[in-house]
């Protein structure tokens, strides 16, 4: 269907890429997806109060350990004229009730990790699929004027890439995030209870972790979300350029098509090296600045021990609490870069999500039965454009009477494709109307309008699975008698027979049919449709000139009792049409019959003597 000029597409098979997005707006994505997990919010809050919980039983634990230990300090005396330590009078009632703490304790803190892991994997997973779902739904409410401007490669990528993405940060950033600030605070409130001058100097020594963060924080952000639109890119180019390999290889665009993947893949392997590289300074830098907590503490603490301020249990506490100080600023840093990724896919499955889509149709009662409609059509001062300003179609009139054969036909780009779409409503007309049988195509829903009608195209498609299943697509009750049935009139029966599976062989990728068998198949499909009123497009443009005869019989019987609209360069097919409408610039310039319009030795006689001059 390539009758007409559309949008251009942000990726061509050796075209380069598309044009830049906007920057990402971080609160607008992830307030987005917080919206999109509402259903969950209640799971997702329980979940933080168990990681909540078992942070405040870990931050608990070195202040037992702190007791523990004193009480172990305290029952040795060190004898200087001796040069040892002796044990006097140890209390282990005491210290046995601390170890038990201590275990109760971490193993509390263990079922309440496991706990709210469980229930955020669970919610990661049901959220995950309900975006797929939405995207999913949102394909079939998207017009076709959306992947004339997209490619199917970029939209799968958000499908995929940008889903496990929000899904991945959604299972271990939003925990980690919530914990790793519980940690922080509970931490902070404890070194202080504990001791206000070690947590002075543990505290001091880790605010250089703070600015060095928020630093490479502000300075990372934009290459997570270059990343990720990077990679869209590139699945985009990769997909295209591999469905049309067979041109790449005749063109010998080998080279430049290279050159395109590589600039996509060099900029994608720029922003993904640099985000990799300031993601990966954080755990040095943090390691750094707790080796230099647990200095200060270190000192601070032998100098107080050795005054005799504080007890040596309480160095002990302390160099916990620095590791818990520390660790979430490590652990705050790698959810911060989780999230920036998570937000550039999120902006990017929302931005699909929020496409216009298709108008709701659901209220309109106009109905006609494939069983009933007579099958008469009118065009009634059509006007169209893909794009508004540009109109193609001008003040396109015309009529086609219950069971007439239509013709179509024209030079290239003078817009008889565009019409089927129009009549099949893939597009909304600019202004004017189509009928069927008096009602307008408007006020009846698209998928009424998709069940009048049978199509063959010109470009072939077929999905895996078998040559029966093909053929039968989407029909119900269907006989395999009804499938031989159709398999012959089209004349592929024969060539079926010598399939080792027959009508059960699989086709894919190792099932080689060449263009015309796979046209007899769609062609077969339609015959199975057997719908009211037929549109061939190009249908026989892939056959050989036998073949062509065998299928132009079988689409006589197959057309006739139905309003059929044939689109033909062959003009040799077309010859028994009741009605040919010549098109040129968007309009009609003559009509009427083969007889009729090669009399009138007009622009349709040239066009179809021009196809029988001699060399």
């Known amino acids: 269907m390539a009758e007409h000029t559309r949008a251009p597409r942000r990726h061509g098979p050796m075209g380069g890429p598309p044009v830049a997005e906007k920057p990402k707006n971080f609160k607008k994505a992830m307030g987005k997806l917080i919206l999109f997990i509402k259903p969950f919010l209640a799971y997702v809050i329980i979940a933080l109060l168990f990681a909540v919980a078992g942070v405040v039983l870990n931050l608990i634990g070195p202040n037992v350990l702190s007791d523990l230990t004193n009480a172990i300090q305290s029952s040795f005396v060190y004898l200087p004229e001796q040069g040892i330590s002796q044990v006097f009078d140890m209390d282990m009632a005491k210290i046995t009730r601390l170890c038990i703490t201590l275990v109760c304790l971490y193993g509390a803190g263990m079922v309440f990790s496991y706990v709210q892991g469980f229930i955020m994997a669970t919610v990661t997973q049901k959220n995950s699929k309900n975006l797929r779902t939405a995207i999913s739904k949102k394909i079939n409410l998207l017009p076709l004027s959306y992947f004339d401007s997209h490619s199917v490669g970029d939209t799968l990528s958000r499908v995929t890439n940008d889903v496990d993405m929000i899904g991945q940060t959604l299972n271990q950033s939003v925990t980690t995030f ?177 496409e216009a889509q298709l108008s709701d149709e659901s209220k309109k009662t106009a109905h006609l039965s494939p069983e009933t409609v007579r099958g008469d059509v009118s065009f009634e001062h059509v006007h169209f454009g893909y794009d508004p300003e540009k109109i193609i179609i001008n003040d396109f009139s015309a009529e086609a009477k219950a ?138 443009s892939s056959v050989d000139t036998r073949t062509e005869v065998l299928i132009q019989q079988a689409m006589d019987r197959l057309t006739e009792g139905r309003t059929s609209f044939i689109i033909a360069h062959r003009l040799s097919t077309i010859r028994n049409a009741d009605l040919i409408l010549v098109m040129k610039d968007g309009d009609i310039i003559e009509k009427g019959t083969h007889e009729q319009l090669l009399e009138k030795n007009g622009f349709y006689a040239e066009l179809y003597n021009s196809q029988f001059e001699s060399a």
């Open 178 to 354: 919530v914990t790793a600030v519980v940690m922080l605070i509970g931490s902070f409130v404890m070194m202080f209870v504990t001791n206000a001058i070690m947590a002075l100097a543990a505290i001091l020594s880790s605010l250089l972790g703070f600015a060095v963060m928020f630093l490479i924080m502000g300075k990372s952000q934009k290459f997570f979300a270059r990343q990720q639109r990077y990679l869209g890119e590139i699945n985009g180019h990769i997909e295209e350029t591999y469905a049309g390999h067979n041109v790449v290889k005749a063109y010998n665009a080998e080279h430049k098509v290279k050159k395109t993947f590589n600039d996509i893949n060099y900029k994608l392997y720029t922003s993904a090296w640099k985000s990799q590289f300031f993601s990966g300074l954080m755990m040095p830098l943090m390691t750094f600045v707790g080796n230099l907590g647990y200095v200060a503490v270190c000192v601070t603490g032998a100098v107080l021990v050795a005054n005799g301020t504080i007890l040596f249990g309480t160095v002990i506490a302390f160099t916990l609490y620095v590791r818990l100080f520390t660790s979430p600023l490590s652990q705050l840093a790698q959810s911060f870069t989780s999230m920036q990724t998570a937000a550039a896919a999120s902006e990017r499955v929302f931005e699909f999500l929020e």
């Open 403 to 540: 069971g007439q054969k239509v013709a179509i036909v024209g030079p290239t780009g003078a817009g008889k494709t565009t019409m089927v779409n129009l009549l099949m409503r893939f597009y909304e007309l600019n202004s004017g109307r189509i009928c069927i049988d008096g009602i307008p195509t408007s006020e009846l829903t698209r998928e009424n309008v998709h069940d009048l009608f049978c199509m063959v195209l010109q470009d072939t498609w077929l999905f895996e699975g078998t040559i029966r299943e093909n053929v039968v697509y989407s029909k119900e009750n269907v006989t395999d008698e009804d499938v031989v049935r159709a398999c012959k009139a089209v004349g592929l029966h024969h060539f079926i027979r010598t399939l080792p599976k027959g009508y059960d062989t699989v086709l894919d990728d190792k099932a080689n049919l060449s263009a015309g068998q796979k046209q007899l198949v769609t062609i077969a499909r339609a015959m199975i449709e057997n719908a009211p009123m037929l549109i061939l497009d190009e249908a026989t």
